[in-house]
Every structure is written in C-alpha cells, then in structure tokens.
C-alpha cells in the first residue's frame, strides 16, 4: 500500500503534506508533487494537511484517480525530492476547486 497524490494538487502546490512527512517520500514536479511508493510508511499524517484533499490512501483512490498509482511511481524516479515546505503556486487557491486539470500535468510532465 501506498498513499498517492491526485489530481486536486495540480498547479497548486501547497505543500503542506510535505512539512508534516516523517520521512521523505515527496518529489517535485513544476505543478505538482508526487509520493514515492518505495519511501511511503502509509502513516496517513499527510492527508489532512493537504488543503486541496489531494492524497488518498490508494485502497480510497475514487475510481477517476486510479491511474494517479502510476504516475507517482514514476514521477517519483524522475523529479527531485523535496523536504521541507515552500510558498504555493501563485494562483494555488483559485486552481483549488478546478475539477478537470489533470491534462496541464501532463504538458509539464
Ligand atoms: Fe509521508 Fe506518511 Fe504521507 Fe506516506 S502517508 S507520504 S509516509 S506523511
Ligand atoms: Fe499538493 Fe496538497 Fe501537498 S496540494 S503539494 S498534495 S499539500
């Protein structure tokens, strides 16, 4: 098991979940972040933090968010890591209650 960021935390950001990881699983893409499943210890602390309701432990992942397993597998081997929490994407608030954004993710990645 694994927990997995999700479509909410495109182009915002906020790192929240990061501040609060006990060990290091997060990476950094340009408009989103993903956990690496190999460094996840599924101890859930994250997912509160998350003012974008982004992660979910990946037995929750709503059906829409299920390909979200593979793409933080592989982002994780391909963005740097991350460890301490940084201001959000300037227009992180109003991207927040963005449904459908998932396709600027994949422009960037
Ligand atoms: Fe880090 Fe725990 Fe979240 Fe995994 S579930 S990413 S170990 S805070
Ligand atoms: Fe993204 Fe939420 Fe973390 S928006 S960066 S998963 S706090």
Redesign the pocket.
């Known amino acids: 098991m ?2 997995v960021v999700t479509e909410a935390c495109v182009r915002c950001k906020y790192t929240d ?1 990061v501040s ?4 290091e ?2 990476h950094e893409g340009p408009e989103f972040l993903v ?2 499943p190999a ?9 509160p ?1 998350c003012p974008a309701e982004a ?1 979910f ?1 990946e037995e929750d992942l709503p059906a829409d968010q299920v390909e979200f397993v593979a793409i933080n597998a592989r982002l994780a081997n391909e963005w740097p890591l991350i460890t301490a929490a940084r201001d959000p994407l300037p227009d992180a608030d109003e991207w927040a209650n963005v449904k459908d954004k998932k396709h600027y993710l994949f422009e960037s990645a």
């Open positions: 694994t927990f979940c609060v990881c006990p060990v699983c997060f956990i690496d460094a996840c210890i599924d101890c859930g602390v994250c997912v933090e992660i432990a």
